[in-house]
């Protein structure tokens, strides 16, 4: 009876200890095996093909809100409309002249025609995003209304437009929100800063030109998760411009 015990003493042990050594393995594991970042492809008619990693651990909300878009169609067909030699080609807008905007209809079927926004990713705004914008680094467009003493406003204001740089551009990191960059196909970048633009006019207050003779077009974009599911983004109503431009001159008038 007494063996019988130790007998029965001796497999609790080795079970107690099988059942921590498959924990500690899953643990092991879990801890060593690298998630695979998801890979943005763009096709750009008569300019080819290019692959981007993205990084969520950089800007989760922004990779989020692009690979819904993307996967989604939004992009397919529209163009990069603005261009400017030597620093980037921004797309991604409706309109296809930069005054287009994104509803929450595009992220889901249920969606409405509300317009939305989403925060900004980068160290200005108050996120750890320590991505560089050196050449190939996709990076969210945005308004800028800091002359006006509203910079919060504008670091708020991403929606679908984006941009690719074409070489470093030091003066946008955190300020920006960077959230990949160009794994294959920098040769489509070097073909995209070769754009032809339109003159500017006599007198212009432009500094360089950014509209293209021929604004190329997005044949599609698309995103391997590789099994990772992304839930829908953070999303932020839009300022209002018009409306805080029309009470400021209405105190204006009021204080006259």
């Given amino acids: 009876m007494e063996i019988f015990k130790k007998v029965i003493l001796v497999i609790l042990i080795l079970a107690v200890l099988v059942g921590i050594g498959f924990a500690c393995y899953g643990i092991y594991q879990h801890q060593t095996t690298k998630v695979q970042n998801p890979v943005a492809t763009i096709e750009i008619e ?8 993205l990084y969520p651990e950089q800007a989760p909300n922004t990779v989020a809100n692009f690979i819904t878009l993307a996967n ?3 992009y397919d067909g529209l163009t990069f409309h603005r261009i400017i030699e030597g620093f980037m080609a921004q797309g991604g807008d409706v309109n296809g002249d930069g005054t287009g905007s994104v509803t929450l209809k595009d992220l889901k079927d249920d969606g409405t025609d509300d317009e939305y926004c989403i925060p900004g990713e980068f160290l200005a705004n108050g996120y750890r995003n320590t991505l560089k914008h050196e050449k190939g680094t996709i990076s969210m467009a945005r308004l800028d209304y800091s002359s006006l003493g ?3 406003e504008g670091y708020n204001s991403a929606g679908a437009q984006f941009f690719i740089t074409f070489d470093e551009v030091t003066t946008l990191d ?3 929100a960077a959230f990949g960059r160009v794994i294959e196909g920098m040769e489509v970048v070097d073909k995209l800063n070769e754009t032809e633009l339109v003159p500017l006019e006599e007198g212009s207050s432009e ?3 950014s509209e293209p003779v ?9 995103v391997e998760t590789y099994g990772v599911e992304y839930s829908l983004p953070t999303t932020l109503e839009p300022f209002d411009y018009l409306n805080w431009l029309t009470s400021q001159q209405s105190t204006t008038t009021t204080g006259n």
Avoid: C, F, Q
């Avoid at 008569?46 to 990693?53: F, R």
């Avoid at 021929?214 to 698309?222: D, H, L, M, Y």
């Fill in 46 to 53: 008569d300019y080819g093909t290019m692959k981007l990693e």
């Fill in 72 to 74: 989604r169609g939004y």
């Fill in 150 to 152: 509203l910079a919060e």
């Fill in 174 to 176: 955190g300020n920006y």
């Fill in 207 to 209: 500094s360089a030109p």
């Fill in 214 to 222: 021929n604004p190329p077009v997005i044949k599609s974009i698309r």
